[in-house]
């Protein structure tokens, strides 16, 4: 039975549920690190500042009934009757509770109607500023006059580490206090220390204040003690303090604070009223003055929240397109796109699976989360792309995790045994610098900058060098770790952290990613003029891919490495995990497939790994076979690694059958896993239809096609590069652009806006013949230009593009 909860909104850029008993909470991201916040579709969620692990203010329960959040209720004051703003907690009957919310770029909106009276409620997080708004308008659509209660409810953690609070409770419970100010609950971390002199710890200790606020709106009565507010044997969906009409007006002292405020509204018939809740970590003073600032309450709310869209919807419109497939353009133009910024702004550090107790940003994973955004914010991208380089080691490899501390060229390495203590890391990975390459060159290429290039940059530990000499040390870290065959050795992992090859295995992955990367570096060696360098890459390229050739094509795959004792792994008759997915994908993105080759490979994985719900990682799972290495064994068959649908591999496949002309099959690739595609099947995939999932579980699963561990994953930037350099076919090189699409061939052809270097492009392409690639002609501006290359000499400010395939 196909079920469905909600729908896009195009024209918005909105995702709107119009069930709220959603299979999962679906949720959305409000604010940047310096101030974030996670919201479910029933206000479930939580928010820090800074740091998801040391920042956290408002307390969230993972893995249970996506509670608590940040609840208001309503209360009518004659027939006693209350529920809540958002469906949950109190969770009336769907029959007569009629509820709406809307996911938007940085904001959420949640209206809902019950006994005549009309709610809105819009969560956000102003743009640039360190605290959020919870903006409630109540309408009476009833005949007669109504007395409301309306209380807001923040369950503030008792310490600012996540991990101090829901585990260390001998200390955390002892440590807070909460009072009442003006129009505000103020809470007290470690209030005992108020006295101490400003400016000075005690045990790297100090007080921490957080609070929430009312404007618009006096306080009839206030609550800053959980226990109180709910009552004994009560919960989130029948608080005392709601139930009785009025608060305690007490503070918490030890145990749990939280911060509940009430007020009354008295509303005519179709009359409203519109006040606002602000919650932040900020000093007591500054608190204040926002809470004041908030008086004329809608219009500074309204104003706010333009700002928000106008911000966001700038970012996404730098590129925007029109196809024939709805699902494929409400994806690329909005929610695979606000999902790449979202995994780039947050790297991976906070949802409801991750934690927020990351410490660091991954080396791989960041580096590849910034291709995501290039085409759309190319200048933001730089930034973080400078920050990587700098987390380089000095032998050319990278900081398996890079610490949110990070200081360029003073820091240890994991040659250092503190290092290893401090983030866990025991050892280089094969593949880490390798994901520099790609992403280097795709900046210069979209922005043009080449002086980039030459760019000093610091290394981690010691040294600096120009962006051109990192790239260079990147090759010389795998050239000084070779394993016996000639190939990288596998250290302490590639892409795949299930699959220890043991430090002198071989990746064939890792082996295609170096040998990609001596095409990029030739690309710069070209333009430094520096021949002698692309000689040693021109034979060191040519060495290891007969090496490749000799050792890694098994008839009609490529097979998946050699563990550090020379036993292969994925070869074509292993009892399991004979077919592997990536390295197929990677000998076509590499470059170093013959087109014979190409074509075998990618049959087989259509053939052998293809499912409705995409490509499993290799197949069959690890069950009784696995060799010492193969951890994804303690897995579940057709789950994560173990043959699960690993969402980012998908990125690959679709750019590789999009790089050999395969319109059909790489946009099948891309319809089978997209979220929007999914959207009347939320009852299987569980998962938000709107942002992708780390993986769906595969065919060995009972549980085949539901998704798992939403929004931070590297499927949104692989997707994002497989649809738009592969299906959209927007190739740029250092001096100009090719348009090289590879669509279903049964598309009359599509439509692109995009800003590139400065200008805008209006870009048609025409398919009159319904054929999957290739170009018949191209016209620039009206000019006849040669095959599918536009030199940037040839663009204007609006240049207008025609190619017809």
């Not at 939580?46 to 692990?53: D, I, R, V």
């Not at 596998?490 to 071989?506: K, P, T, V």
Request: hydrophobic letters at 35%; a negative charge.
């Amino acid at each position: 039975m196909n079920m469905k909860y909600g729908y896009f909104d195009e024209s918005k850029k909105e995702y709107v549920i119009t069930r709220p008993d959603t299979p999962a909470p679906w949720v959305n991201y409000l604010g940047s690190p310096e101030y974030g916040a996670i919201v479910s579709n029933n206000a479930g969620g939580y928010s820090f500042a800074k740091s998801g692990a040391n920042g956290r203010l408002l307390r969230y329960v993972f893995n249970q009934f996506d509670e608590p959040g940040r609840y208001i209720y309503i209360r009518d004051n004659d027939s006693k009757d209350y529920w809540s703003a958002s469906w949950q907690p109190v969770g009336k009957d769907l029959n007569e509770y009629k509820s709406e919310c809307h996911h938007g770029t940085a904001y959420t909106k949640m209206m809902a109607d019950y006994s005549g009276i009309h709610s809105e409620v819009r969560y956000y997080v102003p743009l640039n500023k360190t605290y959020e708004v919870w903006n409630l308008s109540v309408t009476n659509n009833s005949d007669k006059a109504r007395s409301l209660n309306i209380t807001g409810y923040a369950e503030f953690t008792n310490n600012s580490n996540y991990e101090q609070d829901q585990v260390n409770l001998q200390y955390s419970q002892y440590i807070t206090k909460t009072v009442f100010v003006e129009n505000r609950v103020r809470q007290m971390i470690h209030a005992n220390l108020d006295r101490i002199e400003d400016g000075k710890e005690i045990d790297n200790k100090d007080v921490v204040n957080r609070f929430i606020g009312l404007a618009g709106a006096p306080v009839d009565s206030w609550c800053g003690d959980r226990g109180e507010f709910l009552g004994e044997y009560h919960r989130y969906g029948n608080p005392v303090g709601v139930e009785s009409g009025k608060l305690n007006n007490h503070g918490n002292y030890n145990e749990n604070s939280c911060g509940a405020i009430t007020t009354v509204l008295e509303l005519a018939p179709g009359e409203t009223k519109t006040i606002a809740f602000l919650v932040g970590m900020i000093d007591n003073e500054t608190a204040g003055k926002i809470v004041a600032s908030y008086t004329d309450t809608k219009a500074v709310c309204d104003k706010e929240l333009e700002e928000l869209i106008a911000y966001w919807h700038g970012q996404l419109s730098h590129f925007q397109i029109n196809t024939p497939s709805d699902e494929f353009n409400t994806m690329i133009n909005t929610w695979n796109a606000y999902n790449c910024f979202m995994t780039f702004i947050w790297s991976r550090a906070a949802s409801f699976t991750y934690c927020g107790l990351r410490n660091g940003y991954g080396y791989r994973d960041t580096v590849q989360d910034i291709q995501g955004v290039i085409h759309l914010a190319p200048e933001m991208a730089v930034e973080k792309i400078r920050f990587m380089l700098s987390a380089q080691v000095d032998n050319g490899g990278g900081l398996p995790l890079v610490k949110f501390t990070h200081n360029p060229g003073h820091e240890d390495t994991p040659d250092d045994a503190s290092y290893v203590q401090e983030t866990g890391h025991p050892a280089y990975r094969a593949d880490d610098a390798l994901w520099l390459f790609p992403t280097v060159y795709k900046y210069v290429s979209e922005t043009g900058n080449v002086a980039f290039i030459d760019e000093v940059i610091p290394f981690a530990n010691k040294d600096e060098g120009t962006v051109y000499e990192h790239l260079k040390r990147a090759i010389d870290f795998s050239m000084n770790h070779l394993g016996k065959h000639g190939m990288p050795a596998g250290l302490y992992a590639d892409w795949n952290d299930c699959l220890r090859l043991g430090a002198d295995g071989e990746s064939t992955f890792v082996a295609l990613q170096f040998y990609y990367a001596m095409t990029i570096l030739k690309e710069f060696a070209a333009y430094k003029k520096d021949d002698e360098y692309i000689t040693y890459l021109d034979e060191s390229q040519e060495k290891l891919g007969k090496v490749i050739q000799e050792l890694c094509w098994n008839e009609d795959r490529f097979i998946r490495g050699f563990t550090g004792d020379g036993q292969v792994i994925g070869k074509r008759d292993d009892p399991e995990a004979n077919m592997w997915l990536n390295p197929q994908s990677w000998a076509v993105i590499s470059g170093f497939a013959s087109d014979e080759q190409a074509d075998k490979a990618l049959e087989m994985v259509y053939e052998r790994l293809n499912t409705e719900y995409g490509a499993i990682l290799m197949d069959p799972p690890y069950h009784a076979h696995a060799f010492d290495g193969a951890l994804a064994v303690i897995y579940n068959a057709g789950t994560k690694e173990n043959a699960g649908i690993f969402s980012q591999s998908q990125g690959w496949i679709i750019l590789a059958e999009a790089l050999k002309g395969h319109g059909d099959r790489a946009f099948k690739y891309f319809i089978e896993n997209a979220p929007a595609a999914q959207n009347d099947r939320a009852e299987i995939r569980r998962l938000e239809p709107y942002c992708y999932g780390q993986f769906t579980e595969g065919k060995a699963s009972p549980n085949f096609g539901r998704s798992h561990v939403h929004w931070l994953t590297g499927t949104a930037s692989t997707v994002m590069v497989g649809c738009v350099e592969g299906i959209l076919g927007m190739r740029p090189d250092f001096y100009g652009l090719h348009i090289a699409p590879s669509i279903p061939k049964a598309w009359d052809g599509f439509e692109i806006e995009k800003d590139f270097r400065g200008c805008h492009l209006h870009i048609v392409v025409k398919n009159p013949d319904h054929v999957e690639s290739g170009c018949k002609s191209l016209l620039v501006n009206g000019q006849a230009v040669e095959g599918d290359y536009i030199p940037k000499e040839l663009l204007s400010e609006q240049t207008e593009i025609e190619l017809t395939m």
